[in-house]
């Protein structure tokens, strides 16, 4: 006999599906199969439970071998290489829960540490263009049911958010928008033809790196002005022909990802976008959203930017928070060795940092928090294997569009495992045992 | 648990009666009790003013849009962040404090118990993890339900046991305390970019006006009998003229009678009044229609208010009254965040700065002072900032030095640079009332307390009550030398006494208490009906499972304290 | 004939990548899904190599071999799209500008044959540029 676990939340992206349902064993105790999520979900659940899965910390010795060690003692360690140090980091926490996120932020503060977390490398630079403009926004469902004009920008949702477009943006048959898929047009701007592209009504091929003047002749466009010839690679006809597209809807929404927040415009590519959803205002109405890449880097802003005051890139180190991005974020201080201490937790420098950068972290006392084995603890000193939220223990996560959902405890860890909660809670204790502080 | 004695104190509690008689209040076991023994510990409140912890009614304190706007503003936390030390965490952020700093400037003025004005459900569980990061006060969150879906759709059909029923559901599932209306209707137009600026203009599709909203949720909330009234943010805030859409939305509650247990009389509450009480037509004939509103608060008394006094600070407006903020970064070019929630309602952040040497900014001022001096009973008219909009809480103690002196308030009359409009604008000129001292304490709370339906528990130092104590350095018997004294005084409290704990001595924070989430349980008859319906819109139209919306765990609501409300009958 | 070309690199996230770093980055196929480098085939015949050929790809800040295919996502002439991993980041453009965010997308990069060079794991591509010792 089996379970079914129904409105199960997976933990990978920012999509957040809460509508998983895992058939588990009659004794609750294996994962058997999985329903409704995307491939990168099932793999997810499905290898959560592999025969080699690393079950107690190791700790790398001088001839780089790991020796297995206890979580007290790997505590002890973490504690011992964050107080220490002059200025710590605290990096990561996009794929665990609130509750872990908060515990390491009461460590932060006792250390006077950096806490940063992935956006430092996918919507940082999206959040310094809300700060300079603010964001015309509005939450999935809204999306489901009254968008009929959908713009994926530098974006490839059928590789990055796999049911997205099921879900929320092209096919869903919402309360305005019945004939789903037929009640909508599609813009796709990207330099390839993306599968997300094949999806689309208008693919625009850009010249890559040139969104900027797009995003801006899209705007002039709007206001009946003179364009030149090509603009970005694309004939000036194509662009009012799109922005007459973009005009004549209800409800139109701009999502938008690395291809605008990694080039080399960053943070201005991203003002401008919002600057066109500030205008399309004018005409009707349009809202602009972020392709949030981990499941939970949302919920790691909103906890930071509520308890702190800013969303990442906080520096602790004086007793009082600062955020200056380019100065306190995490990819700068690893460039410029600015940190002599780094505690990676629910999250991978090691694979997706400029290997510049990881050299760094390789050189100072480490600690990386992670279930799997990564390049990042390839090179830390200390691999500490950890529960998983969304399967073997619950909390809370904030989707894309900053919705809160608890994600659930589904089957229990390995034998002795513990969480990162449950670990950092170990750590904090010893911290405040040598830091003095009741 | 301790035992307290603080002797010698001026008591202010319009609870009992007392109008600073010197008066020993006695704490026990969490409670107000009538004596205790010989080894309780001493508290010296001689030439000291005693009143029970201050209420706040309506704040913009932990939520999505109040964190958007953390978010979106880096600066400001710039020049005020104080660094962790002692019992305190690192506390910054002047007009959107974070949750450490929240709870510490109110409990440090007094303030133990507070309401967050607006809930999205959706995201009842981002507000409650703020508030169980917010230390001390204990808090409690209004849903809004003035532009909800299934609201709209009962209403619409005029079937209140099912808006009813509707209600009591949505506050189980959000742990929330009262209904809230925001811009009643006109929200949901903003879902397509449109508004409604009076009560009779119909919300696009769902074909309902918002007098047909207003009226439907005041009956439905007396059906149930919730400890709070219904609580009103009205069409058409902050445009000229608006006093007009104050008075025809107030008019809806006439000849309804209040129906609870709670002690409440009123059947509707308006907040931030000062926004709703503009005249002329355009900015540059503004004018305060603070006496017209007024004089009908004043003859009706089924009805509340709260003030919203402007602070004249750079500040941030945060509401869901999102075609509004659309308008006014339209007005100010400032930065403009907006979301739109599937379904129930939006939210809109702008900064803003008002400017004394503005007059239309000087006037709101004035209109806000004009409220608490003309309305004549003040255990219906309560002090807010509509934090942050008009301006930071951290003020209250700036407003009511304006409302204790005359001076204080002539020095900011004479100091504005457009002074002659200011007076020729509004009846602030001619108004000399000063309020008094047991009047601050009707307004901030006894007035509050019984307003929320919360008299039994909180608002007075009558024995039986939460011994939610406060006392502030200022000698009632001492002529007033220099008003700023008395701002000095509520900004940094002597002793500050919640449930019985003491969490603030000579102003600073000494504990954090053990704080509550207040919430509402009514519970009604069965209703398949509406279940159905639940059911249907969460497979059809939400973006997340019913399941996920229900789920409320103790990790995030660690201390709930549930009213309870028996509504089926 | 073998060509040193040049291109412009981007990265970015691919199914195969997203399940792989879920089924285990220290295994063979995370190497499968990212170790590679997806060019038009135009670009391909100006290298002057068939599709599924070791290649070194340079970089002002790096270099690694990756084996490159033909464009599943394409066409897109003049642009090579490596998934993103330790692969690509040991050539993107580090830096941020000021602004904290590294320049993943839009490298100027030359692509040679290298038909004889290892494509190293994922987890010993990072431990080597390192050099961290391995036990």
Redesign the interface.
Known sequence: MTKAV??V?CP??GTLC??LEVTVSDDGKQILEVANA???GT??FM?SQ?K?RLTRPRMR?E????KEVSYEEAADYTAKILAGAKKPLMYGWSSTN??AQ?MGHEIA?MCGAVVDNTA??CH??T??A?????????????I???ADRIIFWGC?P???H?RHMS??SIFPR???TGKGQKSRKVVVVD?????T?RLADIHI?IE??RDYELLNALRVALNNEWLPDVVAGVPKEKIREVADVLKSG??GIIFFG??V????S??HNIDEAIALT?HL?EF??Y?IMPMR?HYNVTGS???L???????Y?VD?S????R?N???T????LL?RGEVDAMLTIAS?P??????????H??KIPSVCIDP????T???SKLHVPVAFVGIEV???A?RMD?????TRKVVEPPEGMKTDEEFLTMVRDRVKKIKGVK | MSEYIIKNGHVFDPVQGIKGDKKDIAIKDGKIVDKVGSSAKVVDAKDKTVMAGAVEIHAHIAGPKVNLGRIYRPEDKLFSYVPKGGNQRMAGGFSIPTTFKTGYEYAKMGYTTCMEAAMPPLFSRHVHEEIRDTPIIDEAAFPVFGNNWFVLEYLKNQEIENTAAYIAWLLRATKGYAVKVVNPGGTEAWGWGLNCLTVNDPVPYFDITPAEIIKGLIEANEYLGLPHSMHIHPNNLGNPGNYETTLDTLKIAEGIKAKNKFGREQVLHLTHTQFHSYGGTNWGDFESKAKEVTDYVNKNKNITIDTGNVTLDETTTMTADGPFEHHLTGLNHLKWANVDVELETAAGVVPYIYSPSISVCAIQWAVGIEIPLMMKDPMRCFITTDHPNAGPFTRYPRVIKWLMSAKARETQINAFKHKDKVLSQSAIGTLDREISLYEIAQMTRAGPAKSLGLSSMIGGLKPGMDADVVVYNFNPDKPVADPDQIEAAFQKASHVFKSGVEVVTDGEIVSNGNKRTLWVNAKTKENPQVMRDIQEKFLKYYSVSRANYEALGHHIVPNPYAIEVDAGQ | MANKISLNLISGRTIQQGMCIETGKEKPTYRTACGIIEMDPSDLKKMGAWKNTNVRVTSEYGTVVVKAIETTQGPHPGVGFIPMGPWANSVVNPNTYSTGMPTFKGTPVTVEVAINEPILLGIELVQKQCGVKVG
């Open positions: 129904t409105d939340v990978f992206c809460d509508d995307c491939v990168i793999a997810k290898h592999a080699d010795q001839d780089g071998s790991w609130c509750e908060s503060e430092a490398v940082g630079t959040l310094i809300v700060q300079d403009i603010g964001l015309p926004s509005c939450t999935l469902g809204e489901k049911n009254r490839n059928a590789h990055a796999p879900r929320y919402g309360f305005f330099p390839r033809l993306t599968d592209a091929q890559q790196g209800r409800f690395m291809g927040t990694q080039t080399l960053k943070n500030k205002n009707t109405k809202s890449g802003g909103e906890v930017a509520w308890q702190f005051g800013f969303p890139s602790l004086r007793g009082f928070a955020y991005p380019g100065d974020s995490t990819i700068d460039a991978d090691g694979a997706h940092f400029p290997i510049s950068c990881v050299k972290l390789a799997h084995q990564t390049p603890s390839g090179v619950g909390g809370n904030y900053n919705v809160p959902i608890d």
